[in-house]
């Protein structure tokens, strides 16, 4: 396939993926609905398929020696693709903010003004090797009106060609076209950076996958960008804490599932906390296998601790590691957290709630704790439902996205002849 | 001044804004209000320097010889300057998004979830000729909590570093530091530049000007960008359109303020209505004295129409122009506005509700009109106070933003131990 071919592709297949969100866009929940559950029934009836395109996925990934927790992510089970299924239902289950009226009132003149909740149109999903956000991505982007591009991993390619193959086939006895899902089937990067800047056609990209997938997208994206992802994050023990409060959130945060973004990273510590309870802490590191990197303090303090790199702290682990830094005060936590943070999850653990509203108040992140666990940043822990992902920026969403953070608003005027 | 020297102060001055902006965020309502009416006094006392400056350059422009549209843009008086410091006095008026408690819930383990409204941090703003927004943008920022860099055009940079001046002695006697307001003092284009990427330091950048400077700043920042105003605005006079209302709406919408960006730009007429009121509509245009661009069919039927080329069709006339396309339905309507439109502001003048609900629903834009004049997306109109502008774009805020819109949330988690 020449580079031209697929450049006319990309292209066609944005165009098809808008002009099918049009019609889309004015669907009622009961009829998007209706097609969440039909693909529902399709993917249970074509597990098998599903699983036979998998296959050459894994083989090809055997022959490439991929790693093991990158076979896992790339592996599908009879018992992962009923998931996708049920997820569908959960979906549909979830409420339709398209069509909300968020606001309204009437001027003077008596013209009525309304804000409704709208959907943005056309999603761009940019994503690695989990086949299930081929699935998941699209139940979302459905419900809420949206038509979606779908651009996976090259490593995926064949689960996901597969996934999309019964989507597409049972959308056709449904209300939403089956342009509203669109594969793009190519293992080309030229693909991808199409993408990028096919702002006519497509609102929004939203690139799920490991940080350098996501800064490239961010870095060469014309298209707006929902950023999700990294989390760099940090539990902070202050003088004032409750050492057992500390000790059982910290590990918590820290082990209970220590590959995922809401994890902590690096731990923060008061030098007074360290004084009086270094041996409880030391003991709990050690018991739960937890090994150290540590600034010059910690290294001296925590037995078995290595000296930490700039790499330390700017990483995420994303396993039983972890960075330690003593601190004077939490002022100084707040400053390393400035650094080093990458505005996902923070915590402090202290009895005394003017540190705590200090910590709250100056820590820039998407969610700040007192006294619990970062490992509450996530849409079902939260009440949300599915997440399209979890937003490190500013603008539009921050924090677990739920469907809301698939719309846009319009205003919507009505009027009998009204003029300025 | 040499590139390198240049490039040291953007960084140096987005990093002072960015420290400013933790301590600015944290202050109350009433210290930020005292600021803003401390920086009105300022100003109303030090017209005659800001006046003196712009003396500069308008002669600066008279060399140049700019078009008077220009000049006039670029053009203080006493008037205007106080209007500055009035300006300012309302938005001290205004409510205060920061700190704003969106929702908030308990989970069964008895975590408190709040999302509050906090500050952006830096806004970037890149601007061309008029000075005024330098006052302006500065009252919005620190109003909701954010410091910002200022980077005007360089035919304003005198009165512009006057205003700044005066703004930035005032802030010492306020809780606001200076360093809140940073001034690029340059005229290198390259200052510009380096502010587009500065993600580290800057939340976010607001283009106000010309659709070249918006496009600029689209197209090469990673920083995030507020996308602002080209309306290249439509109103759709269907078959079933009561004439009257018809072209009192097109009339106002084209010609009460023919320069701003709610203005109508294209006329787009159905051709049962054109066969009925076509003796009405051209007198209406003759006496406004409109200059007509029309389609083979418009041109045929509406003497001293000159035929209309794609620029017409795409862009701002910003005068007393309209091109003027003629219609079998309101499909074809809603094609050409999906064509060309620039999603500000569309407006259909129908008596059929069924037809009216079609186009508003499938017409992509920040506001959908039915059978009112366009002129009414504005924040002033719609009882916003202030605008920040008009957004043209999708996410975060669409249509005219107020103080909201420089905010975003945070997940405020308060607990008593919570883990997972």
Redesign the interface.
């Known amino acids: 396939m020449t580079t031209a071919k697929i450049s006319v592709n990309v292209k066609e297949q944005a165009i098809l993926a808008q002009k099918a969100s ?1 019609e889309l ?2 669907l009622s929940t009961q009829d998007k609905n209706d097609a969440l559950y039909w693909i529902a029934k399709a993917i249970d009836e074509q597990v098998e398929d599903i699983l036979k395109a998998n296959e050459q996925d894994l083989e090809n990934g055997r022959q490439n020696d991929f790693d093991a927790a990158y076979m896992d992510r790339l592996s599908l089970t009879e018992e992962r693709v009923k998931e996708f299924a049920e997820g569908l239902r959960q979906v549909a289950q979830l409420e339709d903010p398209s069509g909300e009226v968020v606001s309204e ?1 009437t ?1 003077d003149n008596g ?1 009525n ?1 309304q ?1 409704v909740r709208v959907p ?2 056309v999603i761009g999903m940019i994503y690695e090797a989990r086949p299930n956000v081929t699935a998941d991505a699209t139940g979302l982007a459905l419900k809420s009106g949206n038509a979606i591009v779908l651009k996976g991993g090259s490593t995926a390619i064949h689960s996901n060609r597969a996934i999309v193959k019964v989507i597409k086939e049972a959308l056709v006895s449904t209300k939403i076209s089956p342009d509203a899902v669109q594969f793009i089937d190519s293992t080309d990067r030229s693909a991808t950076q199409q993408l990028f800047t096919m702002k006519e056609h497509i ?2 990209l939203i690139p799920r996958g490991g940080g350098k997938l996501i800064q490239a997208v ?2 060469n994206a ?1 298209v ?1 960008v ?1 950023e999700t992802g990294v989390g760099n994050c940090h539990i902070y023990l202050d003088k004032d804490a ?1 050492v ?2 500390a000790i ?2 910290f590990i ?2 820290k082990t ?1 599932r220590p590959a995922v973004c809401n994890a902590a990273e690096t731990l923060i510590v008061h030098e007074e906390f360290m004084e009086r309870h270094q041996e409880q802490l030391i003991s709990a590191l050690k018991s739960s296998k937890i090994g150290v990197y540590g600034d010059d303090a910690a290294v001296k303090l925590i037995p078995g601790a290595m000296p930490a790199n700039e790499e330390h702290w700017e990483n995420e682990f994303l396993s039983l590691d972890v960075a330690v830094k003593i601190v004077k005060d939490a002022d100084d936590a707040i400053a390393h957290i400035d650094r080093y943070g990458t505005k996902h999850s923070e915590a402090i653990v202290s009895e005394n709630e003017d540190t705590a509203a200090r910590f ?3 820590v ?10 970062t ?3 996530d849409g079902s ?3 949300f439902g599915a997440e399209i992902g979890i937003s490190t ?4 969403a ?3 996205m739920g469907l809301p953070a698939l719309t ?13």
Chains 1, 2 share one sequence.
Do not use: C, E
Request: charge should be positive; avoid cysteine.
């Open positions: 049009k866009g004015m009132w001027l013209l003004v804000t943005l149109g609102d929004v961010v870095n014309t707006p929902l409750d057992d409060k059982s959130i918590n945060a209970d709250k108040g100056l820039d992140a998407a969610a700040v704790y007192h006294n619990a666990s490992r509450f940043t822990a939260l009440g920026q500013k603008l539009h921050r924090g677990p846009t608003i319009k205003y919507v005027m009505s009027g009998n002849g009204q003029i300025r």
